[in-house]
């Protein structure tokens, strides 16, 4: 490979990670906190489903609705902190953001 060529591949690399393709792909600050809210309100009634079910099954009324709900509440603050942690990682492995906002 030649030093050009090295030099468009890695161009090519920034520009996928750049602020302005971020913008293009159409994911807003408040579709992300939509998303955010969706994973957990999905794992809290995922857990109050299965903890109603496990109850009726074995017949131990809010013991394991409450247990099963604490745990969906677990579940669903670790999707959102997976997809906190992408989001503030891509930002992070791009160089050409910091020199762009001065520091």
Same mark, same amino acid.
């Given at each position: 490979?030649?030093?050009? !060529? ?25 579709? !992300?906190?939509? *998303?955010?809210?969706? *994973? ?55 160089? *050409?953001? *910091?020199? !762009?906002?001065?520091?």
């Amino acid at each position: 490979m030649t030093p050009e !060529e090295i030099k468009r591949i890695v161009e090519e690399k920034r520009a996928i990670h750049s602020p302005k393709s971020a913008k293009s792909k159409g994911k807003s600050g408040m579709s !992300e906190a939509w *998303d955010y809210l969706a *994973d957990m309100i999905a794992g809290v009634l995922v857990g109050l489903l299965m903890g109603y079910w496990i109850d009726i099954w074995f017949g131990t009324k809010p013991i394991m609705l409450v247990l099963c709900m604490i745990l969906g509440s677990a579940s669903g603050i670790m999707m959102m902190m997976r997809k906190v942690n992408k989001h503030s990682t891509t930002d992070t492995l791009n160089p *050409d953001l *910091d020199q !762009e906002n001065g520091t």
